[in-house]
């Protein structure tokens, strides 16, 4: 029977994050293992490739005072430029598969273990059996995923257009005394407006693969599901995150430092740090679920219907 899941303040919320990543931390880590663990050894592998020591001959002058011509070190050695033709290419297949299978996957059965272990304090069936419902939202999630990259890359390409405009202006104008100034500081208010824009459209847009995963929403109708929800609640969701990821942030900083200092370089330490965030990877989406069911107890009263649904069952 579903558990009475309130309104929560924030350390609230946080208790109830620790308490799931502590009392489900073998499956998380399974699901965790199955999607990153692969690519973690593959990033290993690829590190090795890529050496210092021919790094180190690409950027090497070919006599002191000169600058380093990598282009004429690749063509000196076809081996070396073999070598980065096959590391750039693995490295893009795995982004590719990081984007479209590892991150549709793993989210979703995140996604679902979090809901039903904050609901139900259990899980509804086995790991597999989660990482097969994502499977079913997973052509739903890569079409909201491909048109959020898109909405992206257009948004991305109005802002270049921008600062080539703003550049032609100032070639324009720039014998007129002060209005290069001016175009300056309108520039850098800019900047900082789109940067502002930016986060504020990344908290309204928080809920989207929560709404694909959980809702069966997709595309258009999973940013709405976002911006419905978000609504009103910018500054908690932000505040709450910000604090959440500064944590993760400083757990991050301070296990790599004791790795780089004690793990060999190479691939020890590539799979060291990979371990990091093999271990923290879950953290921050249960606390995205938590906020999720949070707030639809606050705006469509779903402890309401969690009860109803328990007095059914």
């Not at 282009?71 to 490295?91: C, D, G, K, N, V």
């Not at 879950?282 to 328990?310: C, F, K, M, S, W």
Request: net charge positive; proline share 4%; glycine share 8%.
């Amino acid at each position: 029977m579903p558990q009475h899941v309130r309104v929560r303040a924030f350390d609230a919320i946080l208790d109830d994050v620790f308490r799931q990543y502590r009392d489900f931390f073998l499956p998380l880590m399974l699901i965790t293992l199955v999607f990153l663990a692969p690519m973690t050894v593959i990033g290993a592998w690829l590190s090795n490739m890529m050496s210092p020591a021919l790094i180190q001959s690409l950027f090497t002058p070919a006599h002191p005072g000169a600058f380093p011509n990598v282009l004429a070190a690749l063509r000196q050695h076809p081996q070396t430029m073999a070598t980065m033709t096959s590391y750039f290419s693995i490295e893009l297949a795995l982004t590719l598969v990081s984007m479209n299978v590892v991150g549709p996957l793993s989210n979703g059965a995140y996604y679902l273990l979090g809901r039903d272990s904050l609901v139900e304090h259990r899980m509804d069936g086995t790991v597999w059996g989660y990482i097969g419902k994502a499977s079913r939202r997973w052509g739903a999630y890569l079409s909201t995923m491909w048109l959020l990259v898109g909405l992206g890359a257009a948004a991305f390409g109005a802002f270049m257009i921008i600062v080539a405009l703003v550049g032609l202006l100032l070639s324009t104008l720039h014998a007129i005394p002060g209005v290069v100034g001016i175009i300056v500081l309108l520039a850098i208010l800019l900047y900082i407006a789109i940067v502002v824009f930016s986060i504020w459209l990344s908290i309204r847009l928080t809920f989207v693969f929560l709404a694909v995963v959980l809702e069966k929403q997709r595309n258009w109708g999973a940013i709405r599901r976002s911006w419905f929800l978000t609504k009103g609640s910018f500054w908690r969701i932000f505040g709450i995150i910000l604090l959440a990821e500064l944590v993760l942030g400083f757990a991050n900083v301070g296990l790599y430092a004791l790795i780089t200092h004690f793990a060999p370089s190479g691939p020890i330490q590539v799979l060291a740090i990979g371990l990091i965030s093999i271990i923290l990877a879950p953290l921050i989406r249960l606390l995205v679920t938590n906020l999720y069911v949070d707030l639809r107890i606050r705006r469509e009263g779903y402890d309401l219907e969690l009860q109803a649904g328990a007095g059914d069952a």
